[in-house]
Nanobody, 116 residues
């Protein structure tokens, strides 16, 4: 059964860094764009970074230049390196397929809290 497991979140001061990991199982993810999403308290879930099967990446304006998404096919893992974190980056971070029709049910995600 395909699944996603996110990890790596935590509490960090503004300006700090965290590296999130998402281990996925299921062949559906190998050839499709994957993304990191975040949901801040009281807000809708938003897509912040994407990586396509060819390695191309994309970022929301709010994280561009600070976050880097990458994937390791051999380990079935997608990473999100987050630098220069800001309090507005606080939220629960999830990974999933970018295409809505390919997504699994959302997992528990990993909590990121940035203190000012």
């Amino acid at each position: 059964q395909a699944q996603l497991v996110e990890s790596g979140g935590g509490l960090v001061q503004a300006g700090g860094s965290l590296r999130l990991s998402c281990v996925y199982s299921g062949s559906i993810f190998r050839d499709n764009a994957m993304g990191w999403f975040r949901q801040a308290p009281g807000k809708q879930r938003e897509l912040v970074a994407t990586v396509v099967s060819g390695g191309g990446t994309g970022y929301a304006d709010s994280v561009k230049g600070r976050f880097t998404i990458s994937r390791a096919y051999a380990q079935n893992t997608v990473y999100l390196q987050m630098n220069d974190l800001k309090p507005d980056d606080t939220g629960v971070y999830y990974c999933n397929a970018v295409a809505a029709g390919l997504r699994l049910d959302w997992g528990q995600g990993t909590q990121v809290t940035v203190s000012s």
